[in-house]
């Protein structure tokens, strides 16, 4: 009953989405599921959050209109039918839906990985055992790619490089994993390479995550386990073989 | 700073906008058009206001007004107006940004806490006539209601946060919100 209380008194906190944690917010959802009385309070804190928003608002800059419509113009629409399950949140939240579409790329990418795998299987009898043990890593490093873009609480985010080119990162937090996959990097000299990194919040931990050599730009999907709130994972330009520290300024840094 | 006004979020112009949402699910570029002239600046002021950092603000404002494109269909007129359902995006946008930019900026040791300007608030404010409304309703809550609704919402501040600034109880800065959310509710006449 205190407990039920307590949450109660949190419909203010969630509606001005100042909670802490991902698993505060699912767990007041959990219970505005069950709360009425709740839900209705959050709908009317929303609507006059609302308010204090456009009591904000402010012209927007000159080249916005332009930019979001050349990207509508181009970018596919959620359809409804796939929103029915999720209907059911309160509170209109809402995840972006790009992350089946990004699996079945995965799946695409993977089933060529295992294609290519299957030529080396015949060739040569001796290489049978290991070029099976590589397509069992390939086929299992492919299930979780797509586990993690096809979790509940898959998160995409993208973010352009100081040095050209777009990086997509989709974490879920759940399974403590983000997948990285890279658009339009420009190549780099003989003597470069791009390093990946995971850099923790506690202790300030740095950790590779390997180098990540693109073709034509595009790189990727690597997935990235181990992943805790907070952690930022950033992308480097190191010499060749990488290094244990990264040594120079990162190009792209994405909250996971 | 700007001689702008937005119309306000109300009950029929919300139809107007629930219509026009209900338009752009069904890929309808120039609903979504008439959508962007109601509520972008609505969008930017409020991304603006939390991140501060024009450019990024920018950037954030294009994330949201996409995302409000691509999953229009996900809108539902039951669970609030279309204006809410924009501003709440936005504004979780907006959030999640200062905080990933916070715990960037805490890994580095730098120091990025925003001491939040009140008179800005009140600048800001002043924008139009539904938001002199706004400063009215505001003015009416307690200083204390006032500090912890403004932070959390016009700062981007977690409630912890919040707590941990005004170095007041967790379970105050709750209560102190809520009561505060009741006031200007029923101050601004929302149903």
């Given at each position: 009953?205190a407990?039920r209380?307590?949450?109660?008194?949190?419909?203010?906190?969630?509606?001005?989405?100042?909670?802490?944690?991902?698993?505060e917010?699912?767990?007041?959802?959990?219970?505005?599921?069950?709360?009425?009385n709740?839900?209705?309070?959050?709908?009317?804190?929303?609507?006059?959050?609302?308010?204090?928003?456009f009591?904000?608002?402010?012209?927007?800059?000159?080249?916005?209109?332009?930019a979001?419509?050349?990207?509508?113009?181009?970018?596919?629409?959620?359809?409804?039918?796939?929103?029915?399950?999720?209907?059911?949140?309160p509170?209109q939240?809402?995840?972006?839906?790009?992350?089946?579409?990004?699996?079945?790329a995965?799946?695409?990418?993977?089933?060529i990985?295992?294609?290519?795998l299957?030529?080396?299987?015949?060739?040569?009898?001796?290489?049978?055992?290991?070029?099976r043990?590589?397509?069992?890593?390939?086929q299992?490093?492919?299930?979780?790619i797509?586990?993690v873009?096809t979790?509940?609480d898959?998160?995409?985010?993208?973010?352009?490089?100081?040095?050209?080119?777009?990086v997509?990162?989709?974490?879920?937090?759940?399974r403590?994993q983000?997948?990285?996959t890279?658009?339009?990097?420009?190549?780099?000299?003989?003597?470069?390479?791009?390093?990946?990194?995971?850099?923790g919040?506690h202790?300030?931990?740095i950790?590779?995550?390997?180098?990540?050599?693109?073709?034509?730009?595009?790189g990727?999907?690597?997935?990235?386990?181990?992943?805790l709130?907070?952690?930022?994972?950033?992308?480097?330009?190191e010499?060749?073989?990488?290094?244990?520290?990264?040594?120079?300024?990162?190009i792209?840094?994405?909250?996971? | 700073?700007?001689?702008?006004?937005?119309?306000?979020?109300?009950?029929?112009?919300?139809?107007?906008?629930?219509?026009l949402?209900?338009?752009?699910?069904?890929?309808?570029?120039?609903?979504?058009?008439a959508?962007?002239?109601?509520?972008?600046?609505?969008?930017?002021?409020?991304?603006h206001?939390?991140?501060?950092?024009?450019?990024?603000?920018?950037e954030?404002?294009?994330?949201?007004?996409?995302?409000?494109?691509?999953?229009?269909?996900?809108?539902d007129?039951?669970?609030?107006?279309?204006?809410?359902?924009?501003?709440?995006i936005?504004?979780?946008?907006?959030v999640?940004?200062?905080?990933?930019?916070?715990?960037?900026?805490?890994?580095?040791?730098?120091?990025?806490?925003?001491?939040i300007a009140?008179?800005e608030?009140?600048?800001?404010?002043?924008?139009?006539?539904?938001?002199?409304?706004?400063?009215?309703?505001?003015?009416?809550?307690?200083?204390a209601?006032?500090?912890?609704i403004?932070?959390?919402?016009?700062?981007g501040?977690?409630?912890r946060?919040?707590?941990?600034?005004?170095?007041v109880?967790?379970?105050?800065?709750?209560t102190?919100?809520?009561?505060?959310?009741i006031?200007?509710?029923?101050?601004?006449?929302?149903?």
């Amino acid at each position: 009953m205190a407990l039920r209380r307590e949450l109660h008194a949190l419909t203010g906190v969630y509606a001005l989405d100042a909670l802490d944690t991902a698993a505060e917010v699912t767990r007041f959802e959990r219970h505005l599921n069950r709360c009425g009385n709740c839900t209705t309070e959050v709908r009317g804190f929303r609507e006059t959050a609302t308010r204090l928003g456009f009591a904000a608002a402010e012209q927007p800059p000159p080249g916005l209109r332009d930019a979001v419509m050349s990207a509508v113009a181009r970018t596919r629409q959620v359809p409804a039918g796939e929103e029915h399950a999720r209907h059911a949140r309160p509170g209109q939240r809402r995840r972006t839906q790009t992350a089946p579409r990004l699996a079945m790329a995965g799946a695409a990418v993977g089933l060529i990985a295992i294609v290519v795998l299957a030529i080396a299987l015949v060739n040569t009898r001796s290489q049978l055992s290991q070029t099976r043990r590589q397509l069992g890593a390939a086929q299992t490093q492919l299930a979780a790619i797509n586990a993690v873009r096809t979790a509940a609480d898959a998160h995409v985010l993208a973010k352009a490089t100081s040095v050209g080119g777009v990086v997509t990162v989709v974490s879920s937090a759940s399974r403590h994993q983000l997948v990285v996959t890279t658009a339009g990097l420009p190549r780099l000299g003989a003597g470069k390479v791009y390093q990946l990194w995971l850099i923790g919040t506690h202790g300030n931990k740095i950790r590779s995550e390997g180098l990540l050599a693109p073709h034509h730009g595009r790189g990727g999907p690597v997935l990235v386990s181990g992943v805790l709130p907070g952690d930022i994972f950033g992308i480097t330009v190191e010499p060749p073989g990488g290094t244990i520290q990264p040594t120079v300024k990162p190009i792209v840094g994405i909250a996971a | 700073m700007r001689a702008y006004e937005p119309d306000p979020p109300r009950a029929e112009g919300g139809e107007y906008l629930d219509g026009l949402l209900a338009r752009v699910a069904r890929g309808d570029q120039a609903a979504f058009e008439a959508i962007y002239d109601d509520l972008a600046g609505p969008v930017y002021g409020l991304i603006h206001r939390v991140v501060r950092d024009p450019a990024q603000s920018e950037e954030v404002s294009q994330e949201v007004l996409l995302e409000v494109w691509r999953t229009a269909a996900r809108f539902d007129a039951a669970k609030g107006s279309a204006a809410t359902w924009v501003m709440t995006i936005a504004h979780r946008r907006a959030v999640d940004r200062v905080r990933a930019a916070a715990a960037a900026a805490a890994r580095e040791q730098r120091n990025v806490e925003v001491p939040i300007a009140h008179d800005e608030v009140a600048d800001t404010v002043e924008a139009s006539l539904d938001a002199e409304r706004v400063r009215r309703c505001l003015d009416g809550l307690t200083e204390a209601q006032r500090e912890s609704i403004t932070l959390a919402y016009y700062g981007g501040y977690s409630y912890r946060q919040v707590s941990g600034r005004l170095n007041v109880a967790l379970s105050t800065i709750k209560t102190r919100i809520r009561d505060g959310l009741i006031r200007m509710r029923d101050c601004l006449g929302v149903s």
